[in-house]
């Protein structure tokens, strides 16, 4: 078996890998860069960030070379199916981001979000099957606060299927965690459209 065979047997199911994880399973003295060089060059592997590779050309996987991360705001909502508009991954990261932006696997068109969190406020996801991988991502009450902390504003009709699924009892204990400002606009916001969201009734008001 050649080293190219080697190397796809052990990550081809791994959302992505680096040059470490290729260093800790095989022996040194290997030519890893070239290796991978050849294997990117025959459309095999493919470069989803610096020193980050994977199998599966798939934006779903592009959140693993920010780890540890969640799928969050826009993109949650769609994972979740709470609207039907699909949308790029925005990944919210502990690591520290140059831009909010960025390409993968070598395409400029090819976009996602990056937001950087604090450890205090990195929690609220779970783990969700999503094409071939288990991936975290913020459920309903920690996107209602990312959207609002991170400035994201839908139209009001977008917000219905979040609102509908919201606990406000499970947001209220997350509110806990963050500031009063924060808390009381979060607050005011399910306190005035909530009740219209369930209804089906939710209207702009703008």
Do not use: C
């Amino acid at each position: 078996m050649t080293m190219s065979k080697d190397i796809e047997r052990k990550f081809s199911d791994y959302p992505v890998f680096t040059y470490r994880d290729l260093s800790l399973y095989f022996r040194k003295g290997r030519n890893m860069a070239r290796i991978i060089s050849y294997m990117k060059n025959t459309g095999k592997v493919h470069t989803v960030t610096k020193g980050v590779y994977t199998f599966n050309k798939d934006d779903g996987v592009s959140g693993f070379a920010y780890r540890p991360f969640y799928y969050g705001l826009l993109s949650a909502l769609t994972i979740r199916e709470l609207w039907t508009q699909n949308s790029r991954p925005d990944i919210m990261t502990m690591k520290r981001v140059r831009s909010s932006q960025t390409s993968v696997f070598g395409d400029k068109n090819d976009i996602v979000f990056l937001h950087h969190i604090t450890a205090k406020y990195f929690f609220g996801f779970d783990l969700i099957k999503h094409g071939r991988f288990v991936v975290p991502v913020s459920d309903p009450e920690k996107t209602l606060i990312d959207l609002i902390y991170y400035k994201t504003t839908l139209a009001m009709k977008d917000y219905d299927g979040l609102l509908n699924a919201v606990d406000r009892r499970k947001l209220g204990v997350y509110l806990k965690r963050y500031d009063r400002r924060t808390a009381d606009k979060v607050m005011g916001f399910v306190g005035k459209y909530r009740r219209i969201a369930v209804s089906g009734k939710l209207r702009s008001p703008y």
